[in-house]
């Protein structure tokens, strides 16, 4: 049962990590008090963090 966890939890993470940056990408490119900022650096670097 621990072998199966362990085969299964990369594929866990890579799916969160998505799920994460896209959620904040959306949130973030609409938001009127930050004046829709571009997000090509900001989820560049979450995206580099999330490997």
């Excluded at 594929?11 to 799920?19: D, G, H, V």
């Excluded at 973030?28 to 571009?38: N, R």
Aim: hydrophobic share 55%; net charge negative; glycine share 6%.
């Amino acid at each position: 049962m621990f072998n199966l966890f362990l085969a299964v939890s990369p594929e866990i993470f890579l799916i969160n990590a998505t799920f994460i940056l896209l959620i904040h990408g959306v949130f973030f490119s609409t938001s009127k008090k930050d004046d829709y900022p571009p997000l090509v650096s900001n989820v560049g670097w979450l995206g580099l963090l999330s490997v």
